[in-house]
């Protein structure tokens, strides 16, 4: 099986940069994505590492270590907006050659004034 | 909006009650994936249809079952419920096969009372 783990609650100020750490456990791995989740909201995707490295999209910026199954993404010039919780996804396969998307259980980040 | 349409949005039953939740994929997308988020809980994969074909499973229980119509809409058959089914269901597709990329639809929350 998979097992993601990410801090379950992180805090920041607006304007802050604040950072979600991912670390998984998993076989038959693929990439790692990350998804923003506004309150009743649906699933927004972020980004998706493949390779090792930094991958920047505007303030958000995601990065990936395959030797040490590890990610985190980066969130910057933090807005109110930005409270939600946060998933990181890995995807792995399942059985020939498909694969499937699991998710962690979300770290939920709150930006305060 | 993502473009994936799922109904109903809420919907109330009793135990044992079967009922059927459906989805249509943005357009050209020919994968649709099923997702359960109980309440504050992570998103679980149940499965995914590629062009009508099942493509990968997730824990899916033999009570649920979901289909994939020539159209590409899709349909999440959930029987004899349960009081723990109640939980938010999430439609996604994508174009690829296999892809961190997900678009996902607003849900359809399910009580069982």
Redesign the interface.
């Known amino acids: 099986g998979q097992s993601l783990e990410q801090p379950s609650e992180v805090t920041a100020v607006e304007g802050a940069i604040v950072q979600i750490n991912c670390t998984y456990q998993t076989s038959g791995f693929y990439g790692l994505s990350w998804y923003q989740q506004h309150d009743g909201g649906a699933p927004t995707f972020l980004s998706y590492n493949a390779l090792d490295g930094l991958e920047e999209t505007g303030r958000f910026s995601s990065f990936l270590s395959r030797s040490d199954s590890y990610g985190y993404l980066l969130l910057q010039e933090l807005q109110m907006k930005d409270s939600a919780s946060y998933f990181c996804a890995v995807r792995v396969l399942n059985t020939g050659t498909a694969s499937k998307l699991t998710f962690g259980t979300g770290t939920r980040l709150q930006v305060t004034l | 909006d993502?473009g994936v349409t799922q109904t109903p949005k809420h919907l109330i039953t009793a135990t044992g009650q079967r009922v059927t939740l459906r989805c249509s994929p943005r357009s050209g997308d020919l994968s649709v994936?099923w997702?359960q988020q109980s309440l504050d809980?992570?998103?679980?994969?149940l499965i995914?249809y590629y062009n009508g074909e099942e493509?990968?499973?997730?824990n899916i229980l033999e009570r649920f079952s979901a289909q994939q119509f020539p159209d590409l809409h899709s349909e999440l058959n959930l029987s004899s419920l349960e009081l723990g089914d109640s939980a938010l269901y999430?439609c996604?597709s994508s174009v690829a096969?296999?892809?961190?990329?997900?678009?996902?639809?607003?849900?359809s929350r399910l009580t069982v009372l």
Request: hydrophobic share 35%; aromatic share 24%; net charge positive.
């Open positions: 993502s994936y997702y809980q992570g998103l679980q994969f995914q493509r990968a499973k997730g999430f996604a096969r296999a892809t961190g990329e997900l678009f996902f639809g607003e849900g």
